[in-house]
């Protein structure tokens, strides 16, 4: 299977965090309130919780993008 990436868009994100708890191996958010993504999206198990981490964000910030 491919790495998958998740994609955030900082001028969308409000820095809720939910997407973080629903993925924290993948997401984070600072100290600041800003979301950062810790690693690439490897195997089936994680590209689950990256889609929760999307389907979580009440203002659509993220999404999931083929990697290199």
Do not use: N, W
Not at 15 to 42: M, S
């Amino acid at each position: 299977m491919p790495t998958s990436i998740i994609i955030i868009d900082q001028a969308r994100c409000e820095g809720y965090g939910f997407c973080a708890e629903a993925a924290p191996v993948l997401l984070e958010l600072d100290d600041d309130g800003i979301l950062h993504t810790r690693k690439d999206v490897d195997g089936d198990d994680e590209l689950e919780r990256a889609e929760a981490a999307v389907r979580v964000c009440p203002v659509a910030a993220l999404r999931i993008g083929a990697g290199v």
